[in-house]
């Protein structure tokens, strides 16, 4: 192996810069050349490249988005759009590619290895919803926004004695929602894995009023659905005043924590280490604080789980 690419696809994460720059400088320490694809996929296809050197990486450990740009590519799903893809990285003597995204990203890296490329998945996602992994890149730094959203919104339910609604994202997981409501002591978290009990979540609050607490945050995770639905549900149960803040896209950036820098660092490096043993068709994780690798259709093939004992926390400790 001579000359990699890489690649980031799907919604950018925080930390993605640092996997970029990993990816990188290990490729180059190796003697490998690298190939920065811009805009995913979608560059791909149109042969949107670019030469990466050592100092072209620096300074953006700390900075969220990519700087090789991000897209959801609807023509890479076509079998054109891929032979096109497979063509372009042959014709710039491309030996082997490190994706970097969540797990649309990783099923394309899926039909790329079909056609005979070596492919490597570094998972980065807000979601942390990619099995095989206790975490993925840019999930820790979204907590930790959502995380200081609740602080603020929780000076404002207390001075008006309000029930805020604070809707997260993490298209079909609760992965965010218990993380950043548990380390944000929301009283109640809303997540798609569990079926919601509007019941006991009212009560809940009016247990809490009858306590003299002034306020209550409920985390709603983007895949029970809307929050503007859960608080009109709240406010006919309860008879309070409720408000919404849908949190957004200003989740996904942001400086990356320390955490996703060290995470990122680590699964960059190993995605190349990979790469150059021959390995294809893998994905790089965390567990139990070391790097592992799976392969990546097996690894689609579960699904991430809620861990039961940190869902049953949060209730015990809202009570
Ligand atoms: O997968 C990451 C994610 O941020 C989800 O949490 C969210 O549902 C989705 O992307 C939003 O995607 P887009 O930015 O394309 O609207």
Known sequence: MKRIGVLTSGGDAPGMNAAIRAVVRTAIFHGLEVVGILRGYAGLIYGEFKELSISSVGDIIHRGGTILLTARSQEFMTPEGRTQAVKMLQHRGIDGLVVIGGDGSFRGAVTLHEHGIKVVGVPGTIDNDIPCTDFTIGFDTAVNTVVDAINKLRDTATSHERVFLVEVMGRNSGQIALAAGIAGGA????????????????????????????????????????????????????????????????????TPTAFDRMLASRMGA??????????????????????????????????????????????????
């Open 187 to 254: 009283e109640s978290i809303l997540i798609p894995e569990y079926a919601p009990n509007f019941a006991e979540v009212s009560e809940k609050i009016l247990r809490g009023r009858d306590r003299g607490k002034l306020h209550s945050i409920i985390l709603v995770a983007e895949g029970v659905g809307s929050a503007l639905e859960v608080s009109k549900e709240i406010e006919e149960r309860t008879g309070l005043d409720t408000r919404v803040t849908i949190l957004g896209h200003i989740q996904r950036g942001g």
């Open 270 to 319: 190993k995605a190349v280490e990979l790469l150059l043993e021959g390995v294809s068709n893998h994905m790089v994780g965390i567990v139990n604080n070391t790097i592992v690798s799976h392969e990546i259709e097996w690894a689609l093939s579960l699904k991430k789980a809620i861990d039961a004992d940190v869902y049953q926390l949060a209730g015990m400790l809202s009570i």
